[in-house]
């Protein structure tokens, strides 16, 4: 028998992916058609095998994929022949958008010559596109009317939010401090006004996250710090000081929490008639304990001078405490006037 030919009538029906229905997936099979003839041109008759082989170039390249196909042909096929190229051996990872010949040897008789180029058919062209958009659009987003593609379909990578994400996305609660780098939120990144104190957690702003002067006396309005307790009372009536203590003021003072301090401030003016020297002691006392008992003092025959103590008390507890100015002196006939006893609770 001589060298068998290939007519293929122009590639017939050309070589073309074969169509699945809508909502289906395409089948990587391709529909082939050919007629074997003698070199003379004769129709071949028989059993015979056909190789196919896929190439990424017309000539040399890499063998992609190949399949081996046994034909038989009766008198009345006249040499025509049909089938399905990925029938026998799946054309895999095959990529069909990059140019790709395919070859044919019949009989292993040795490649023939020249490679055909795999094209498409005309309706398979449309495939390429959706409602005119060509594949290459199908990732833009901008292509897609809202609502097109349902959340349920798309990769748990992918992000429906652009370049930026606002508050309008984000349900309440869903940004932790533990989902935050160190530093990832500064005062330039948030807006003026856009944290309020209901934002706030009860004591989650402590002296270890302000910086050193930052709060001013101008950051502060009226009425943003809570009110301190404050007590006071005064006289202009002139007591006699014996050598025992003498009570010259008191208040009584309603302590509000366990860890304020008591800021106390106290002035009294002494004067010593006659008689030479005598020795003048004042004394700041909380329940009759001391708690201040700086003022020592010698005065001459005649002598007067104004005495002002303060102290800032911090080891009494909460509730109701009291508060005395007290005097007294080695000798007698000396004079006290208190002016003010003034009690402050400062947190």
């Known amino acids: ?39 003379d041109g004769d129709p071949l008759e028989g059993d015979h095998t056909v190789a196919f082989r896929v190439y990424d170039a017309e000539t040399s390249g890499s063998r992609l994929w190949e399949e081996e196909h046994r034909v038989t042909l009766e008198e009345q096929d006249n040499g025509v022949f049909s089938l399905v190229l990925g029938s026998l051996n799946s054309f895999g990872s095959l990529d069909f958008n990059h140019p790709l ?13 020249p490679r055909s180029r795999l094209t498409a058919v005309g309706y398979a062209l449309n495939a390429d596109t959706l409602d005119g958009l060509d594949s290459d659009q199908f990732l833009n987003a901008s292509n897609l009317s809202s609502g097109t ?28 401090t ?27 702003v402590g002296e270890d996250e302000l910086a050193s002067g930052a709060i001013r006396a101008g950051d502060i309005e009226a009425g943003d710090l809570p009110a301190f307790g404050r007590v006071s009372a005064s006289a202009s009536s002139t007591l006699a ?28 003016t002494i004067s010593n008639g ?14 009759g304990a001391v708690v201040d008992s700086g003022y020592t003092a010698t005065l001459g025959s005649n002598d007067q001078t104004v005495v002002s103590l303060h102290t800032l008390e911090t080891s009494s ?8 100015l007290q005097a007294s002196t080695d000798k007698t006939v000396v004079n006290a ?9 400062l947190p």
């Not at 006659?274 to 329940?287: E, N, P």
């Open 1 to 39: 028998m001589t060298r068998p030919g290939l007519l293929v009538g122009g590639l017939v029906a050309g070589v073309c992916l074969v169509a699945g229905v809508a909502e289906a997936q395409v089948p990587r099979l391709i529909a082939y058609q050919g007629r074997l003839t003698e070199a």
């Open 337 to 345: 006037a208190a002016r003010r006893l003034t009690v402050v609770e």
């Open 241 to 268: 000081i014996g050598t025992s203590d003498t009570t010259l003021l008191s208040v009584t003072v309603n302590k509000a929490s366990e860890t304020s301090a008591l800021l106390i401030l106290a002035s009294v």
């Open 149 to 176: 593609v349902p959340d349920a379909r798309l990769s748990s990578n992918v992000s429906l939010l652009g370049q930026s994400i606002g508050s309008a996305e984000l349900a309440d609660g869903a940004v932790e």
């Open 101 to 113: 010949w395919l070859s044919l040897e019949i009989d292993g008789e040795g490649e023939m010559a």
């Open 317 to 324: 507890a909460s509730g109701i405490h009291t508060l005395d």
């Open 274 to 287: 006659s008689g030479g020297g005598k020795v003048v002691s004042v004394a700041l006392r909380r329940d």
């Open 178 to 204: 533990a989902k935050l780098a160190a530093g990832a939120v500064t005062s330039a990144k948030v807006a003026d006004g856009a944290l309020t104190a209901g934002d706030l957690a009860a004591d989650s």
